[in-house]
Structures are given as structure tokens and as C-alpha cells.
């Protein structure tokens, strides 16, 4: 009568414990993730709601200074100075979504609905998100490494210090200018994005000039303006609520702060796209 292998006694209860503790290791990890999620939506409602309300305070409050000049100096650091990039970068998208929906559309006879099909999706979709992507890293990182060398270097502190409320002067500010300005990049980048397709459909698909502008005209309503533009305010309110609240929970010196930018720009683009999806699932079901 034959032997068990040596260590075959062993082998089963080995794996069985393996698969345990991957389990639960598994279950341990995705534990940490959600309460790290949960923590950061909290905490992102408890900072808006304090920044709304200080908002508020200063819009009907005499003794409350809202900061106007504060306000458009970050207009122009957020907004002002990010129009080049986009105005590039939509342009770009313009002609790219054209000239790839055109083999399509010839194949069927159909090249000057091209003109269609590029101003729906710049002014609904590509106009905003775009924009807010690019902005999360133009503007979203600047604003967290700027707190978060605040915060690194006391002033914060030093303003609470001070009796000066560090939400009042430095939230504030910066989520409105990026709730504005972004607004104002949409309307720009939703212009450019079209201009792009023209130039490609004019140039390179031979549509007449007249029949571009008319369709284009024809296929946009005011809801898709409307759409877009409530998609580039809540993404504004967005990237700044994100930069200023991984701005102020910077820790661990100069390598937090740079932690804090890559977490803004990264947490920034994953909220915006799965926002702008919510938000088209409910435009499509409502058929807004």
C-alpha cells in the first residue's frame, strides 16, 4: 500500500489559508478605499457649505467684505490666462472630430451633416469637459500647491491667528472665479471647437461655407447652450472645491504638497468625467 506524498498533508490547509487571508485582505483594502471616498465627500460638502455660507455673508452683510479685488485677481490668474490653451486645445478637437466622422459620412452621401454632428457634441459634451479637464490642471494644482504652501509655511495659522477666517479669504475667492471664468472658457472653447470643424469641412470636405454656419444654426437649440453651461459651472465648483480642499489637508512638507497637487489634478478629471456622465444620463432620460 502506497504513501501519501510527502507535504501533500500540508499543501491544502497552506492554500486554504492563502486564500483567507487574500480575502481579507481584498475586503480590508476595499474597506480603507470607501472610507477614504466617504471622508472626502464629506469633507468636500463640509467645505462648500462653509464657503456658501461666507458667501452669503458677504454678499448681504456690510461688515462682511466679500474680497471683489481678491475675486478678479483669480479671474485673471484662472480664466484670463488659461485662454490660449484653450482656445488651442478646441480648436484641435474641432477639427479632429470632423475629419473623423467624415469617412463615415461620405460613405452615405451625408458630408454636410458634419456640421450637425460637430456642433451637438462641442456645445453639450466636448465644449465644457474639455475645458474643465484642462483647467483642473492649469488652474487646480496651482490653486492646491499655493494653499498647501500655506498651510506648510503657518499662514494659515497665522491667519486664524488673527481672527481671520482661512475659508473666507481663500476659498471664497477661488471657487467663484473658477465657477465664473469656466462658464466664460465654455462659451469660448464651444465657439472655437466649431470654428475647428468648419475650417475641415470648409477646406478639406468642400462644404459650402453658407450651408456649414446654416446647420450648425439649425441643428443647436437653447437647451444645448443652456446644458453646457450648467455642465462648465458645476465643474468649476468642482476642480475648486477638490484644489482647495487637498490644499488645506497638505501634510508631510514639500512632498505633501506636491502629493496634494497630483491628487487634485487625478480626483479632478475622475469627478468631472463621472459627473458630466450623470449628468448626460439625466439629460437623456428626461430629454433635455
Not at 29 to 51: P, Q
Not at 94 to 121: C, H, K, N, R, S
Not at 195 to 212: K, S
Request: aromatic fraction near 8%; charge should be neutral.
Amino acid at each position: 500500500m502506497s504513501s501519501p506524498p510527502h507535504g501533500s498533508g500540508q499543501a491544502a490547509p497552506n492554500r486554504a489559508r492563502q486564500y483567507v487571508e487574500a480575502v481579507g485582505q481584498a475586503t480590508f483594502e476595499a474597506g480603507r478605499t470607501l472610507h477614504r471616498a466617504v471622508s472626502l465627500f464629506g469633507g468636500l460638502c463640509y467645505l462648500l457649505a462653509d464657503a456658501v455660507r461666507w458667501t452669503v455673508r458677504g454678499t448681504f452683510l456690510p461688515k462682511v467684505k466679500l474680497g471683489r479685488p481678491a475675486v478678479v485677481a483669480q479671474m485673471v490668474r484662472v480664466g484670463v490666462r488659461a485662454i490660449p490653451i484653450i482656445v488651442l486645445v478646441q480648436l484641435f478637437i474641432g477639427v479632429i472630430l470632423a475629419l473623423a466622422i467624415a469617412p463615415t459620412l461620405e460613405m452615405y452621401g451625408q458630408v454636410d451633416t458634419v456640421a450637425i454632428i460637430v456642433a451637438i457634441a462641442v456645445f453639450r459634451e466636448l465644449g465644457p469637459l474639455i475645458s474643465a479637464i484642462l483647467l483642473s490642471g492649469f488652474a487646480g494644482a496651482s490653486i492646491a500647491a499655493e494653499i498647501g504652501s500655506m498651510v506648510e509655511s503657518e499662514e494659515i495659522k497665522a491667519l486664524r491667528a488673527h481672527a481671520l477666517n482661512p475659508i473666507h479669504f481663500l476659498v471664497v475667492p477661488r471657487y467663484l472665479a473658477t465657477v465664473v471664468m469656466l462658464t466664460g472658457l465654455a462659451v469660448l472653447a464651444d465657439v472655437t471647437g466649431v470654428a475647428g470643424g468648419m475650417f475641415t469641412g470648409v477646406v478639406v470636405l468642400g462644404v459650402d461655407p453658407t450651408t456649414y454656419l446654416q446647420l450648425t444654426q439649425d441643428a443647436l437649440t437653447n437647451k444645448d447652450f443652456v446644458t453646457g453651461l450648467i455642465k462648465a459651472a458645476v465643474f468649476g465648483l468642482l476642480i475648486a472645491m477638490l484644489a482647495c480642499y487637498e490644499g488645506l489637508n497638505v501634510s508631510g512638507g514639500a512632498e505633501g504638497v506636491g502629493r496634494a497637487t497630483t491628487q487634485t489634478v487625478v480626483k479632478s478629471i475622475v469627478a468631472l468625467i463621472a459627473t458630466d456622465c450623470v449628468f448626460t444620463t439625466i439629460f437623456y432620460v428626461y430629454e433635455i
